[in-house]
């Protein structure tokens, strides 16, 4: 539907030319063809990856090697890349880092025959025969493999969710009845959190194969997904009653009492699942992430040692430090506390690989095309319905809070962080945002339209009179222009927290993905500075109001900012909404036990118990520190 835009079919026809001469062996001028691209397709994965293939034929292999250097600090879990490096490595005969290149392309996607068949060779060459037969083995079960499933499986495998359901829906078309390719689109309606249509899939499944432990899990997960639950833990009470030691289902059954307000059985559950595995770091970051948990002498000292034992997992290893990170703070040891929270930052900083030069070139872009005039140009273009009301800012901003007083109206349903706008820019890229200037008034109302169809699923209580629902998504302050074209009537209410408890918070918060710029504080301090200047932009050219709402001034006046909010969102005032922390329903995010509590102070200030670590935070943001109210 949207890869119609002209820029995308002339750098698609221009990757299509590339490929041509790279399999032709014109290698020459396959590389003159990448060097005349336009700046936006010259950084496309594939344009990357074939500079380095080019090069490697030309025997260049150290710019090919720089050039796939590149390409894995933007795309590192892609799985050719790692191949490619491989047979640079062999090129030039450095038999053990072609191996170790060839052996991360099949972990990352086993589907890679070509570097199956170099493994084989390699590891002969070595004598290792015993290694050398496990790579013909996989080899020989590809072949015997649908060609159909295998190319789906390699798109999922690199992340190209959209082409990899495209392939396995026509190859269902005419299998409908290969359970293979059923299970593996239900992994990807999950990863796209597409939980509806995952379940579905799933209970197809199950239909087939009641008691598939793989099944069982898709489905669970899929529930947990979509709020459900009560279902959700009964699914894996049928796993752990077949398989009572699995760490993980004890995890993710915590994660789903913690959800509905049942800490004491997620305690459980965590416990259950660090007794199993002691080294299982989300075990204890699950426990400490609670708040409500205090570690044993014996814990701190398990965990300690986990965390320095030289055999524990990168990722159990920076959970752990996490989890310590918080319990020291617990405990008023705030050296230690940060000790802890920067050795884990730095783990997960390393693994991460974000980019901040790349989200704000695209922020850049969207403050160049959504100018008052666009808005203008377009008004009243969208789906009309007053239904969505978005919570934006940055994680750890207070989101939670303003969604708990919200939804305790009676006519207002708190859902959580919705995937559905983030869906449709990924399926836009790379051309976001530039091709809305190319869409027509009524696609923009099709994509509100497809908005509120997708996220219908989550509204249980619209029957019930809650006219209104919450997307509490953060991120989506970076996405404002679309969604005021997409739904003009929507609410969106920017949270914001002062700059130093924000981005502290986020420093010491451990996501369970996404929010890959709360890892180090020149990233967050340089997010904070980005949100800061877009809201500015979103505040002169949007054609409706979003209301700003200061955390601070929530928790020092909490009924002001009740009444604020309702009247803003058209809706009348009920005493209820003072008593948010009383309501009960689904919570996904880390708020979840402080909004089940009444309003504390300690949000305000908390972190200044780490002010003398934190000189070099209060630097990177800058004038920040007393702009965040403009």
Avoid at 93 to 105: H, T
Avoid at 176 to 191: G, T
Avoid at 359 to 380: G, K, P, W
């Amino acid at each position: 539907m949207f890869r119609s835009d002209e820029a995308w079919v002339t750098s698609s026809m221009q990757l299509r030319h590339i490929r041509q001469l790279t399999e032709g062996g014109l290698h020459r001028e396959a590389l003159a063809a990448i060097d005349a691209l336009a700046p936006d397709a010259l950084e496309h994965r594939d344009a990357l990856f074939m500079r380095a293939v080019n090069l490697r034929y030309l025997g260049r292999v150290p710019e090919a090697l720089a050039a796939l250097e590149y390409l894995e600090q933007r795309h590192a879990h892609f799985g050719r890349l790692h191949q490619e490096r491989g047979h640079c490595h062999a090129t030039v005969g450095r038999r053990r880092e072609s191996i170790d290149a060839f052996a991360r392309a099949v972990q990352s996607n086993p589907t890679l025959s070509n570097s199956w068949r170099m493994l084989d060779r390699l590891y002969r060459q070595e004598g290792d025969f015993k290694r050398a037969a496990a790579a013909i083995e996989q080899l020989a079960q590809l072949q015997r493999q649908p060609t159909e499933m295998v190319r789906a499986a390699g798109l999922f495998s690199d992340g190209e969710l959209h082409p990899a359901e495209d392939q396995l829906r026509a190859y269902l078309s005419s299998e409908p009845e290969h359970v293979e390719a059923k299970r593996l689109l239900a992994r990807i309606l999950l990863i796209g959190q597409r939980y509806a249509q995952a379940r579905e899939q799933a209970d197809v499944l199950l239909a087939l194969e009641p008691d598939n432990k793989h099944d069982l899990s898709l489905c669970a997960a899929a529930c947990s997904g979509l709020g459900d639950h009560a279902a959700a833990i009964a699914l894996y009470g049928r796993l752990l009653a077949a398989a009572p030691s699995s760490p993980e289902i004890h995890m993710l059954l915590g994660h789903s009492f913690r959800a509905i307000g049942r800490p004491w059985d997620a305690i459980e559950s965590y416990r259950a699942a660090a007794a199993i595995r002691p080294s299982f770091g989300d075990a204890y970051w699950s426990l400490a992430n609670l708040k409500v948990y205090r570690f044993s002498s014996e814990e701190v000292a398990l965990t300690l040692a986990a965390a320095s034992a030289p055999a524990t997992a990168s990722v159990d290893r920076y959970h752990l430090c996490f989890a310590l990170g918080r319990e020291f703070e617990s405990r008023g040891d705030y050296a230690q506390s940060f000790t802890h929270y920067q050795r884990g930052n730095a783990l997960k900083h390393a693994e991460v690989r974000y980019r901040h030069d790349a989200v704000e070139a695209e922020v850049q872009r969207q403050i160049q095309l959504f100018a008052a005039a666009f808005f203008s140009a377009r008004a009243e273009v969208g789906a009309p319905d007053p239904d969505p009301i978005f919570i934006v800012g940055l994680p750890r901003s207070g989101s939670t809070l303003v969604e708990q007083i919200l939804a305790s109206h009676s006519r207002v349903e708190g859902t959580h962080e919705l995937a559905e706008v983030p869906r449709l820019v990924s399926e836009l890229r790379p051309l976001y945002p530039g091709v809305l200037s190319a869409w027509a008034p009524q696609e923009f109302r099709a994509q509100g339209e497809r908005y509120l169809s997708e996220t219908r699923v989550y509204r249980r209580g619209h029957a019930q009179g809650k006219a209104f629902f919450i997307d509490k998504m953060p991120n989506n302050f970076l996405h404002l222009g679309l969604i005021r074209l997409m739904l003009p009537k929507a609410r969106i209410i920017d949270v914001r927290r002062e700059p130093m408890a924000c981005c502290w918070s986020n420093l010491k918060q451990l996501y369970a993905g996404g929010q890959e710029f709360s890892y180090s504080i020149e990233d967050v301090a340089r997010y904070y500075r980005m949100y800061l200047a877009l809201m500015r932009h979103w505040d002169q050219v949007l054609p409706g109001p979003v209301l700003r709402v200061h955390y601070e001034d929530v928790v020092d006046d909490v009924e002001s900012s009740v009444r604020r909010m309702l009247d803003f969102c058209g809706l009348e005032y009920e005493p209820a909404c003072l008593k948010f922390h009383e309501t009960r329903r689904s919570i996904h995010s880390a708020s979840s036990e402080q909004v089940r509590r009444p309003l504390f102070q300690e949000g305000l200030t908390g972190w200044r118990n780490f002010e003398p670590w934190l000189g070099a935070l209060k630097d990177a943001l800058g004038d920040a520190v007393v702009r965040y109210r403009d």
